[in-house]
């Protein structure tokens, strides 16, 4: 009869700086990961953005996700293979969290930040967006003003030649 051992892990998983561009996609996918070896997210945030002491597939800078979970040890095989195989991270780390207090793993809860990050960046870029579209807009009028009074000057010089 097999017998089932929990154990709490933390997780370190690193994407490229690209995916500053959907962390909402970043951590679905860490999720995901997690949800198919049937492990119990404690806690998971937005660890940091930084330079890379090296660059991991051309990439220079990296976000790393760090979590807190409870898996089956049997189950831990497979996160790790799915970390390895995903083509979104660059590298992952799980070790064993004995030493961590539960408290302290709540208290790295960074979920309503990363929400709350995740939408600023949204309005951030909707804002861009809107930016550019009014840009955009001026540089059309004020070529359309520009080829109206060329074509005004046109007429009125063809009008004094004859």
Known sequence: MSETRICTYEGLFLFPQAATADLQAALDHVSEILSRASAEVISMSK????KLAYDIEGNKRGVFFLTYFKCDTKNLVSIERDARLSERLLRALVTRAEHILPEEMTANEGRQKLSDEIVLRGTEAAAAAATAATAAAVAATAA???ATANAAAI???AATAS
Do not use: F, L, M, P
């Open 47 to 50: 660890w940091d953005e930084r």
């Open 144 to 146: 359309a003003s520009a």
């Open 155 to 157: 007429a009125s010089a």
